[in-house]
């Protein structure tokens, strides 16, 4: 396959790591080190993870002459795999001054000019299958990490009582919301997972039978207008819409909205990448934890689709939409939204709005294997596995997310409560 | 049918009430009152939470006369229903001194009176079917709280120094284990959940078809004997073995073993409510975790079943074994299970050993509602369907378990870590 | 000295080990087994812990064949001694349902047995003075766990929501209260601390010279009214009040008035051993902290005493009040003081009101070592010493101290957020 | 008096506001961020904070026209001050990327100008004393946090596993240490606190009488030497050296030898400013809280001195030693002690070494108010008096102090789990 050629490699290993340190281009070195929760890393430790991926797994095994850039860094970099060695905390990320932003930036240089080395040295002698796989796995694991790069920058800068800007973004009118309808399918047994060929994780393998109930998929997104009116019918304050322990985290937590919503003089405002701003209603609902999607849902007499229901829809469209490309960073507003889906006339015939792109749609699956599945060999095999419990299987990418990284079998998966990432929700019957 | 009438539910209630307080007495008063973590509920919070259910749903509704035994035994003694009111803190149910176990044995007894003479008064005339269901469902609540009541002392008698005995138990032989056999089923589509008629939970409705692939389940659990290879073979120290979230809980709890297993001078113990006795091989192993369950089985090159696999085989065949009535109160060991099957020709035939009864078997499914579930209406609506997150199902009952409180279809449920219950696991493939 | 006769001390010993049994008698068993904070511990541990003290400190060490009771009592009761051996934790105490209540009372007759006969036995032969020390310590830790005994068993009742009554108490008229009057004290070296003689606690010597300012000390402690127009003056939500550490515990445990204070209605009632009643404006506040106590003072325009200015006016007077022996269990109101004093005439004519009894009065001083200090040899030296950090000294009693432990030099000590004793204060200038 | 004219004071003021500068000069964007622990502020804070008391204490006050540099700063580097308004959570200063280092050296710059500019206009007409005082607290406010950059930043480079330098330390030598001397000093009446006339911080006053007992303290502190001889005599093994509330923290924090010490192939390594070393025998033991100091007398048998004790020694002698102008960052070893003696031929006569300078000595006394102590009117009030419980007095100073900031009387305080001030100790008995 094309993407699998060195020099498609290649290609794609620079298109990558460029775009990771454009990500971080607008911020301060301070912004670069911090973290305001334990799920929260540094910019500058994601700038670093996604570079001891490929000195670990590439680099130290591909070349016997390689020097690692510094004997610490396979301790202080590693996330969580467990067959590499010992990690530093996580929760501690945000204590180390050192190295610098620019000893990071070093860094990424050094690895960047072995692998550049490596990957030229191959265009006649193709690599192994396995190589290959690791370059591929570590380009979408850094894609995951850009995503990331934005949640956690957003959390960094929406903690701070100045509410600083990462980059300045569009304005549009607002305009009314299309009325939510919905698209019927029958059941039967048909067959999910993603085909062997392409890049896939792991977790959406193997392919296999699943039997699908007769339901409906709302053909867009709830809005954050509509989230208002579950707010103003008193849904945070009423325990029947809640599973147990979304009710609990409602009240430990002190929910009383979405994350970044804010009420000031009667109005409410949002906290966006681009600034405050008061709340746009015909924008899609965002960041709301699975415990809140849910208790919505429940509110509107409907539920969440599962994860077979959403990937039985989308396999029919190819993924476009609101992505980390269009550079707006947020969900897009109705008007917006069709802008855009004018300036990409192939979406424009989709009976669904923003099954792709924009946010993160939580499905009513809990993340587990699929029947057969089997991680990968060695220390790449925790890259997944070893999360399925106590997650939630989300799909469909967000505003975030590179559009070349998601497909129509992609599995993304977070706690119940969590909701620092671009997530939102689409109904089913 | 016969177990609805007046005279059928009479008996019932007055077999289930007995039986709640026959558990009780080989109790000290102090032993009724602790409350040893937040998961374990004092003794005499049971007899009154049991006694609460009756006194709230069935006689507060339908005696338009009855006046409460005490006026704030409603708040005191509701477990977790919000659309009741108000909860006395779960944690600190260890705290309340007061009512004494005396006060709540006639909280009981007045509760009976009014609940016999209401029963009886109906014989002539039929209760409305939903009044009918609230007391069966009141009756299987208890038998729950049954279970709950054993394990709940057992942590306490557990937690003590003295380890003190809560019924002396019969002594068996040790004899060899039966080798693992394997049942090999094809797959296809079939129908799953309890039918109509008889009672069930609303969670086990409605019944739906579901897609089974070919699969192989064992014949029968895994031993205690089996389970200590795995931890003598370094199970607990080595992380390729556990879900992420399970080692970080094995590093955390410290654990090396199962709940109640201690090792002195070189001879592994284990404590039962028939007093602290050197483990047995022979019996299934029992309070593991699902993260130890599933860490095993995948030592094991094999994994857990899903709950379709086990309802599947299950439902073939009639619920007998080690219950609660065999007063064991503990896993039988290889000598005593024969006896018992010996003992019951019907259950002899059976491919499978100790499907039910010994040990609640975790499965690898997240405890979700079935397609088109819809909770009871009103507050009994939060008995089960609120739980469904972040708990996995286990199937089949146990040595606490009452006989006919069991069915194939029955699902029971509790969070990855939860290891106080009777719990063990069956392998599959 | 007469006290350290053999005869006086079994007297001694039979007085105050009666004088434990006597408070428990009106508590359920259940009243006895359970902690509702760290800090309390259940009634069984105290009655075992000081039988404990004299099993380990007198008969293990002076009956060359006594045998201990249970094996496991030396553990399960040791409180903080380490040189005696590891100590079962504190927090955890409620934990244990076994050994029961009777369990317990047997413990006590045993040890009690050996105690008579170890006493009798040495009227024709004086014991060594290093023994007749330990068992006098020995009843005077106990009167201490006397007053414990009334403090955790409040607790334990008034953390229930039905605020059980201990013992019915008898009700008095409320009159005004006297006008506070200060008394003026010039300064100059004097001398502090026990003298050698009658029996002290380590910490009450050596005996030694320190320098007093001129002050001035209220005639009376601080009223119950007196603080309720601290608190409607805002007093629990000005932090200029507070010491820093203070106002942090305010707003951590969010307090608004004493403990066992609540409103209802408008009206302020308070709950004591005699069960929930108004609040009486003319009894001396108690259940304060140093915290509120200090705040109190500087909102007053007054401060705290020092221990020293304490103990220099009060050694001028000797012990008598409102102590245990009453019965009030609680300080006496105005008219109930009046009549009190009537009734002891010696005391009548003290220029102060209430110096000892009623409530423990929190002093300005930190726990700290007097000049030249040396703790006791053994294990013993445990008993005090090592608790001199972050507490402050209380003196002159309460009314759940026993009358003949209390004496001007005795120093009483607890952290400065406590406030579950009967602790209580008085003004200085 | 000199100090108080406005061209003394202008020389004071843009002395000490350049010396914070300059110790942060060396530290990366990055190490001035972030916060290893809620006792540690970022370097960016402390020069923040520094300015915000100049413009909330002075500019606000005095200059009717003044405008504040950024709306927020007003709360955003409030430390403690109630009065002034609420504060930004402290353990979460480390959370802020902005303003980042760049704005806080404008935010200095401007309120320099207005400072500069405001002392000037006052040269020909002198400023009331109130103002005088408040900008001597001002500069000597800074110089206390000129320290706690230093203790603070240590503690952000020693908490990485890189052990960054923060600035080349020079190396002596190894020599033997002088043997311990005791200087003897008969009891009386003497007078303690300080004088009115020079700057002094409200708790060295007001000047009072009090009592001392005869008392020999040690010509010199506690040696790392020394400490290690407690160490490998079991000290931190052994609960009979320690206060309850010491004992307690070992084990909780699973303490083994000073903050900043470790262990590598059987060799002591300490953590300096200067990066790491072996360490120093001779050097004064550092680091340690009050809990090891306290530990470390009673197994020495002695005991730290009363404040008092340690007044009436050193207001005989003149405060000189290694003071932060040294630039060694770190206590002493014996070599460049006696090099630094030598340099400074006034101190060469004293019969004490050390008294000032190196360490901060940990006295026995618990820091509370002096006999008629009055805080300063309003905010400035809250600065030292609000401290006054669970805290304990440190005396003379530190290698970390400037030395024109110190004097005989000046007490400093922390509670005594701290262990990241340069703190050690001198023997008493």
Not at 36 to 50: G, N, Q, R
Not at 154 to 178: A, F, M
Not at 352 to 380: C, K, M, N
């Amino acid at each position: 396959m094309l993407e699998r050629s060195s020099e498609a490699l290649l290609q794609r290993y620079q298109q990558v790591r460029k775009a990771s340190e454009e990500l971080a281009r607008p911020l301060t070195v301070e912004d670069q080190v911090i973290q305001t929760m334990p799920d929260v890393s540094p910019t500058k430790w994601h700038l670093a993870h996604t570079t001891w991926f490929f000195e670990t797994f590439v680099l130290a095994e591909q070349l016997p002459d390689y020097k690692d850039f510094h004997p610490q860094y396979r301790y202080l970099f590693n996330s969580y795999y467990n067959a590499v060695g010992p990690q530093f905390t996580r929760a501690h990320r945000g204590q180390l001054s050192r190295p610098t932003v620019t000893n990071i930036l070093e860094y990424r240089s050094y690895v960047d000019r072995f692998m550049v080395k490596f990957l030229s040295g191959s265009f006649s002698k193709p690599l192994p299958p396995a190589v290959v796989d690791t370059i591929l796995l570590g380009t979408h694991h850094e894609q995951q990490h850009q995503e990331l790069i934005l949640t956690d920058i957003k959390h960094v800068l929406g903690s701070n009582p100045l509410l600083p800007t990462y980059k300045e973004g569009l304005v549009s009118d607002e305009i009314e919301t299309s009325p939510l309808q919905w698209r019927t399918y029958d059941g039967g047994v048909f067959w999910f997972g993603a085909q062997e060929g392409a890049f896939l994780f792991d977790n959406e393998s193997p392919r296999h039978q699943d039997f699908l109930q007769p339901f409906q998929l709302a053909h867009r997104p709830v809005t954050a207008g509509e989230f208002l009116s579950f707010m103003e019918d008193g849904g945070y304050q009423q325990p029947s819409h809640w599973l147990s322990d979304g009710w609990s985290t409602v009240q430990r937590e002190q929910w009383e909205c979405p994350l970044y919503w804010y009420k000031q003089d009667d109005q409410w405002y949002i906290f966006t990448l681009a600034g405050a701003r008061p709340l746009s209603l015909s924008e899609p609902v965002c960041h709301v934890s699975y415990f809140e999607a849910d208790a919505y849902a429940r509110w509107a007499g409907a539920r969440l689709p599962t994860e077979q229901e959403w990937e039985f829809v989308a396999r029919e469209h190819a993924p476009q939409g609101n992505f980390v490309e269009q550079q707006l960073f947020h969900p897009a507003n109705e008007q917006t939204y069709l802008k855009m889906k004018e300036a990409s006339p192939s979406s424009e015939a989709s009976p669904f709005h923003r099954l792709y792109g924009d946010v993160w749609e939580w499905t009513s699956s809990p993340y587990t294997s699929y029947p057969g599945f089997r991680p990968a060999q060695g220390a790449i095999g925790e890259y997944n596995g070893k999360f399925m419990c106590n997650q939630m299987v989300l799909r469909g990418g967000s505003c975030a997310t590179p559009q070349d990284h998601i497909r129509p079998t992609y599995r993304n998966f977070f706690p119940p409560h969590a909701r620092w990432q671009f997530s939102g929700l689409r109904l089913a019957k």
